[in-house]
């Protein structure tokens, strides 16, 4: 990154901004794809996986049989309901009949007549008697099949509750290996960001440098953050801790080294000193009113003060062709622009 002072320098320099924005943002939507999509390399699982299926099956077919049973009984059931209402209509148009006989009949009738009257009346009221009965057992059996039901769905019930608590730990688990996938995919993201920082941030192409540098740190502490399981903030935290105390102790370790180059260069001749100052620096700082050798406040508008009073470097010197008092920096004079 180098500070230019030329005017459309500025502005490349905030074009190549641009791009690493840019660069940063379409890195971001295709991490954030990946990441979403990592979960789909692990099974969708259901408690039918971990259900016991030799001790299960046999009894979801018993149940099926009892399904199919109590249906038959039922349809029996309505067929039994019938045909007690017709012995009951039969047995009640005898007895009306029957009554009916007694009370007109003759003293004189033969008593055998009675006699079969009565028996069939007797016949019917049995015949009546047995339909209440079928209907008595269908419903017996149905009261066993209920309950052979009840006890086999218990029995189902206690077999399904251990499997979802299998599912639960399997779910659990596998949460922990996806958000570790995830961490696998971005922290080397992350580490191969700081590798970036330290070696390449000044190289030509530090748009990209910067772009992929943005991406790898919003992937990792944004993008990652809605797939974190309930220990993820502590990984995050950490990771983030630790990058604070490296980045810290690298500027910490850059202002140490600031300082004593800035020393070493101070105590250099002056000439030579001037000549290590990059032309486009020295302007950029003079710009800003500050000595381009030690970057302390200069007074530049003072006529009388050639030298920085804090390092003594020169600031303004005179052209050997016309004398004119110009800016010890410029390479040509300004009056008659002969080269310095
Ligand atoms: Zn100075
Ligand atoms: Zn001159």
Redo the contacts with the bound molecule.
Sequence with gaps: MNKGVRLSEKWFNRALWMVAIIFAWFLTGLGKSIIGDLPRVETDYTTEHFVSHTQVDPLRTELKGLARQRQTLADQLEQANLQLIIRQKDYQAARTTFDNWVKTRDTTDEVDDLVSRTRTLDMLKKLERDAERSIEDIQQQQTDISQHETQLLAQVDTLEDAARQQLDDAYEAQETRVFLYRLLVTLPLLALAAWLFAKKRQSQYWPFVWGFIIFALMAFFVELVPYLPDYGGYVRYTVGIVFTVVGGKYAITALQNYLEQQKLAESQPEFQRREELGYDTALARLAKNV?P??E?NVDLKNEQSDF?T??G?CLHNYCNACQSRKSAFAKFCHKCGTAA
């Design positions: 000595c050798g030690c302390r920085c804090h390092c470097i």
